[in-house]
Nanobody, 128 residues
Framework: QVDVKESGGGTVQAGGSLRLSCTASGRTLGGFAMGWFRQSPGKEREFVAA??????????GDSVKGRFTISRDTAEREDTVYLQMTSLKREDTAVYYC???????????????????WGQGTQVTVSS
């Protein structure tokens, strides 16, 4: 069983910054490819960013390129992924979900919502 937990959501003014955190824990033969998605009311879940298990390979959705940065810290026992969000816009308002997929292939980035394990989501609200 894999446990995924997000934290760090909140309300921020347009132009501001916010950092989300996500931890994935559980048994795996390799490591976790991890990603962030978001969903706002009436819209489909949108890909935001993803990072490989090893090698720090990253990929971003077009709407966040140049503003968001995904990174990970594997030094601790739990694998932690961060999403640093800058120059936030009102259209970034959404529930942000973290996802984790146990893999034995280290350099895979998953950009579609085919993950088996999801967090509960954290609300990000950008006000004008």
């Amino acid at each position: 069983q894999v446990d995924v937990k997000e934290s760090g959501g909140g309300t921020v003014q347009a132009g501001g910054s916010l950092r989300l955190s996500c931890t994935a824990s559980g048994r795996t033969l390799g490591g976790f490819a991890m990603g962030w998605f978001r969903q706002s009311p009436g819209k489909e879940r949108e890909f935001v960013a993803a990072i490989s298990w090893r090698g720090g390979i990253t990929y971003y959705g077009d709407s966040v390129k140049g503003r968001f940065t995904i990174s990970r810290d594997t030094a601790e026992r739990e694998d932690t992924v961060y999403l640093q969000m800058t120059s936030l816009k009102r259209e970034d308002t959404a529930v942000y979900y973290c996802a984790a997929q146990p893999l034995t292939t280290p350099y895979v980035v998953m950009t579609t919502p085919d993950y088996d394990n999801w967090g509960q989501g954290t609300q990000v609200t950008v006000s004008s």
